[in-house]
């Protein structure tokens, strides 16, 4: 097996039962970077930032499961750190352990049909490379090849007004017409609407978790999660598998939405907010915005801002610019542009 992908069953051909420690056991034993990453994963006080510094560092994790939190004096910049720390000895002494728990864990995601991408990995969805800090990992259940295609986000408030659902109902409606792929991040509210309306126009849509990938969140959810893959999308994670949420854990999972997706449609949102968190991310990275309005709003009820859409967004008060928004959307994705008289129309007058 290669440094990433999916994890086979072969994988589980490769044991923890090394020598009691005469000698200190090797990658060349046959632990995959794969297995050493779920091995790590599982030692008591290596959590995701840990092995995100070690990946960040440019270290294999073969190599720290090899030699453990001490290492030579020109690597202690990469050290990894446990807590309480470890000595060498100890780390020998539950290295065989940790191996056993990760395999269980590979078996545990190989059951729920889960593929662990490497930043490495061809089949790594290149848009999250243009984040400044990219994940060096995803978890994946679904349709990998999903995640290369051009792709609109669509989030908003978790308690959307009756606007805001009556606009991400709209949004919705014009989704079969695009015939693009949705992401959003499974919340209640409006990103779960626009899960079901991509389900309703029969597009495949992508679920970022701010959870690990085993985690059943949000409440009530997991009947829409089982459509999405049974209908060709996809759920996401770059957590490790069995983390809870967390309100950093969202803020972080918002940069992914922004990046996945080729535009950004925030259906409902506040200037505080997680999906401003969102909008900002999308703004740092050149995103496409289409921010809208309905007319009886104010006009300073949608507003772009220097960090928050100034730039790359735009103002759509719909239905009466339908056809411009129409046409911002499909520019963003590289769709050809309608013939005057093709547009999509909501008062049967097309």
């Given at each position: 097996m290669n440094d990433s992908g999916r994890l086979p069953p072969s994988v589980h051909d490769v044991h923890a039962a090394d020598p009691a420690p005469a000698r200190r056991p090797t990658a060349r034993d046959g632990t995959s970077e794969a297995r050493a990453f779920l091995a790590l994963a599982s030692v008591k006080g290596v959590g995701q930032k840990t092995l995100f510094a070690i990946a960040q560092a440019g270290r294999r994790f073969t190599e720290v499961l090899d030699h453990g939190p001490d290492m030579e004096p020109d690597r202690q910049a990469v050290r990894v750190r446990t807590e309480p720390p470890m000595s060498p000895r100890q780390w020998l002494a539950i290295r065989n352990h940790a191996l056993a728990r990760g395999d269980a864990l590979a078996e545990q995601l190989d059951r729920h049909a889960v593929t662990l991408l490497f930043r490495s990995d061809p089949r790594f969805p290149q848009q999250l490379l243009d984040l400044e800090f990219p994940p060096h990992w995803i978890f994946v259940q679904g349709k990998l090849d999903l995640l290369r295609e051009r792709s609109v986000t669509i989030v908003?408030?978790?308690?959307?007004?009756?606007?805001?659902?009556?606009?991400?109902?709209?949004?919705?409606?014009?989704?079969?017409?695009?015939?693009?792929?949705?992401?959003?991040?499974?919340?209640?509210?409006?990103?779960?609407?626009?899960?079901?309306?991509?389900?309703?126009?029969?597009?495949?849509?992508?679920?970022?978790?701010?959870?690990?990938?085993?985690?059943?969140?949000?409440?009530?959810?997991?009947?829409?999660?089982?459509?999405?893959?049974?209908?060709?999308?996809?759920?996401?994670?770059?957590?490790?598998?069995?983390?809870?949420?967390?309100?950093?854990?969202?803020?972080?999972?918002?940069?992914?939405?922004?990046?996945?997706?080729?535009?950004?449609?925030?259906?409902?949102?506040?200037?505080?907010?997680?999906?401003?968190?969102?909008?900002?991310?999308?703004?740092?990275?050149?995103?496409?915005?289409?921010?809208?309005?309905?007319?009886?709003?104010?006009?300073?009820?949608?507003?772009?801002?220097?960090?928050?859409?100034?730039?790359?967004?735009?103002?759509?008060?719909?239905?009466?610019?339908?056809?411009?928004?129409?046409?911002?959307?499909?520019?963003?994705?590289?769709?050809?542009?309608?013939?005057?008289?093709?547009q999509l129309s909501f008062f049967g007058d097309s």
């Open positions: 908003g408030t978790r308690k959307p007004s009756a606007d805001g659902e009556f606009l991400a109902r709209y949004v919705g409606a014009c989704l079969a017409s695009w015939g693009a792929p949705t992401v959003s991040g499974l919340a209640a509210g409006i990103d779960q609407l626009a899960h079901e309306h991509s389900l309703r126009a029969s597009v495949p849509t992508i679920a970022i978790l701010g959870t690990g990938i085993l985690e059943q969140y949000p409440k009530g959810a997991a009947p829409l999660r089982a459509e999405i893959l049974e209908k060709g999308g996809a759920i996401v994670s770059e957590y490790l598998p069995g983390i809870s949420y967390s309100a950093e854990n969202f803020v972080q999972r918002n940069r992914l939405q922004a990046a996945l997706g080729e535009i950004l449609i925030p259906a409902e949102w506040q200037r505080r907010s997680g999906t401003a968190h969102t909008v900002r991310f999308a703004t740092e990275l050149g995103r496409p915005i289409a921010c809208l309005r309905l007319p009886e709003w104010s006009r300073d009820r949608v507003i772009l801002e220097p960090g928050l859409g100034e730039g790359s967004g735009e103002i759509f008060t719909v239905p009466a610019e339908q056809d411009r928004f129409d046409r911002f959307v499909r520019t963003a994705l590289g769709q050809k542009l309608p013939m005057p008289g093709e």
